[in-house]
């Protein structure tokens, strides 16, 4: 067996035992993820940006020139549309690629605490929706002349949204096969499209839906982001944000835990 | 000397495709500080499993193991913090450059800005990597992958660092070089877990040896004591001339190789004797080529694993069914 000897000073200051800061490595992890996705993150950007504003117009297209109350939930709900693609689209298919590809495996094996890479891909990816969800805004204005106000709390409801969409996408990526994690996704997305109440009133729903609405994430992050971006047409009731808190934290334990999980 | 890993006792068992498979079936290893461990084994003997779980990736159903004497089962993250990786598959970087990457996960591993850069340039100075240091990950060859894997790994080494399958499409050259600085890992400090299928270059790094087949240690051992289990036996090589048949003498027994090749075991004791026939068939012109050789290790590990592992899956399979059993028991 081999002594230990003296090791030169590169070496054994580099020997890492210590606990490293959360905020040290938020950072780092940021500069690796953005770094990895930069070839893409251009696409990815264009595609959200295409996706949002196309909401606003191809819905446009569906009703012809809409009365004002309809044209008001339109421009307001197209970016919560986007946030939750986002969320429940690209997340699990960028999660599912990783794991595919094995880096999500060794990144796990580093001495980084499992919220903080949620944490990280959730900037990240937030990030990557801002810009849609700013243009679907603007082209909601543009195309049905409505006068929207946007408060400062819309930013706050924004992560809070994006955080949960992407949290469910993020668990449902870790803890399913990836073939049924992509699947799954693609049913939420025509889910939220066409049988939730972000583009139109939850009246024209059946009841049974309004109901289970009421228990969803969706129609709760649909009222919040529209209070915040008209608040003079529309407020949020209590209990819709005591439903979106709790899928919020639901989620995100529910995320963490699909990260620590040992098979 | 406190080991830097102790793994006792360690059974983990995974269901596939309605199979139980047995993937370690009470493993015991120790890893000193200093020493390189080599673990052998083929494909499916656990060696990626014992590797996942001394990182808390995997979750064992029984035994323990210790990673400086912290309990790596109830606190992974400290163990994470213990322990550096080197993946069997390469990750991707794509996006980054080789000297980025390493640089990131030194600093992600808590070395300073200016530490981290140091021990970037040395690493890939020290695996003749220069050249490629600023190219795209995406890229460069196999190898310059392999070996920026592995830089990442030792950037910031943890007391640990496990090395899975290092050298694989890495070129002679700079196997050589990846090797200088597996060895230096362990000589400043760090015990090091090297898993690997090269059973001959290992020989010549390794400290010790522990050959694991469907999910149990075979040997522990010193190289040179895995060895010495074939008790002083040398192997004769033979290159024969076309056509021609070497005169063989009483008790040498040639085992044809094909191909005009053959083989013949030694006694150390008739070694002198078995040269001089050698060499007089040699020159009558019926042999082109001879050789004596030590009994290699991994002549021994063929051997050793071998014997245990039949015909693979059907052996492995009746292997984990009795295992489960014993564990239902």
């Given at each position: 067996m081999t002594t230990t000897t003296a090791a030169p000073a590169t070496l054994s200051t580099a020997l890492t035992t210590p606990r490293v800061s959360a905020l040290r490595q938020l950072p780092l992890l940021l500069r690796w993820q953005a770094r990895r996705m930069a070839s893409a993150l251009p696409l990815l950007v264009l595609v959200q940006i295409l996706l949002s504003v196309a909401t606003v117009i191809g819905y446009g297209l569906l009703v012809g020139q809409p009365a004002p109350a309809e044209a008001l939930y339109l421009a307001t709900g197209a970016p919560t549309v986007s946030l939750v693609m986002v969320g429940l689209v690209m997340t699990p298919q960028l999660v599912v690629q990783s794991r595919t590809e094995g880096s999500a495996d060794w990144m796990r094996?580093?001495?980084?605490?499992r919220e903080l890479f949620l944490a990280a891909d959730l900037l990240v990816w937030t990030l990557i929706a801002l810009p849609g969800v700013v243009l679907g805004v603007l082209a909601g204005v543009l195309r049905f002349h409505v006068h929207l106000a946007p408060s400062w709390w819309l930013l706050p409801t924004a992560l809070v949204v994006s955080l949960t969409a992407a949290a469910v996408g993020y668990a449902m990526a870790w803890l399913l096969p990836g073939t049924i994690a992509q699947l799954m996704s693609q049913v939420l997305v025509f889910v939220v499209l066409l049988f939730s109440p972000v583009s139109f009133p939850a009246d024209r729903m059946p009841v049974w839906l309004q109901h289970a609405h009421h228990w969803l994430p969706i129609e709760p992050m649909a009222e919040a982001v529209r209070a915040g971006l008209a608040p003079g047409s529309f407020t949020v009731p209590g209990r819709s944000v005591a439903v979106l808190l709790t899928w919020c934290v639901v989620c995100v334990a529910g995320a963490a835990f699909a990260l620590r999980r040992r098979a | 000397m406190d080991a830097v890993l102790e793994v006792h006792g360690l059974r983990k068992r995974f269901v596939r495709r309605g199979h139980v498979v047995q993937a370690n079936a009470g493993v015991d290893l120790r890893v000193a500080p200093g020493q390189v461990v080599g673990l052998l084994g083929h494909n499916g003997a656990g060696k990626t499993t014992l590797v996942n779980q001394v990182v808390g990736l995997t979750r064992p159903d029984s035994g323990t193991v210790r990673v400086c004497g912290a309990d790596a089962v109830a606190r992974p993250d400290l163990a994470r913090r213990l322990v550096s990786v080197q993946a069997q598959a390469n990750v991707p970087i794509t996006g980054l450059t080789p000297a980025r990457a390493v640089e990131l996960v030194g600093r992600i591993r808590g070395a300073r800005p200016a530490v981290a850069r140091h021990r970037t340039s040395e690493l890939l100075e020290s695996l003749d990597l220069m050249p490629w240091?600023?190219?795209?990950?995406?890229?460069?060859s196999g190898g310059v992958a392999r070996l920026t894997a592995f830089a990442m790994t030792a950037v910031a080494p943890g007391r640990l660092v496990v090395l899975d399958e290092p050298t694989n499409d890495v070129d002679p050259v700079r196997r050589r070089l990846l090797w200088a600085q597996i060895r230096r890992l362990a000589d400043e400090g760090s015990g090091v877990l090297l898993v690997t299928h090269n059973v001959r270059e290992a020989e010549r790094v390794v400290d010790r040896l522990v050959v694991l087949d469907q999910g149990r240690v075979l040997a522990d051992e010193t190289p040179a004591a895995i060895t010495a289990r074939r008790g002083g036996t040398l192997t004769l090589e033979l290159d024969l001339a076309p056509g021609r048949h070497p005169m063989t003498p009483d008790g040498l027994v040639l085992v044809d190789r094909g191909r005009l090749r053959a083989t013949a075991a030694v006694p150390a004791a008739h070694a002198a004797a078995a040269v001089q026939w050698a060499s007089d068939e040699l020159a009558a012109g019926r042999l082109e080529r001879y050789a004596l050789a030590p009994a290699s290790l991994e002549d021994v590990y063929v051997e050793l694993v071998g014997e245990g592992s039949g015909d693979g899956a059907a052996a492995s399979a009746a292997g984990a069914a009795d295992e489960a059993t014993e564990v239902a028991a």
């Open positions: 094996t580093l001495p980084v605490p | 240091a600023r190219t795209p990950a995406e890229k460069v």
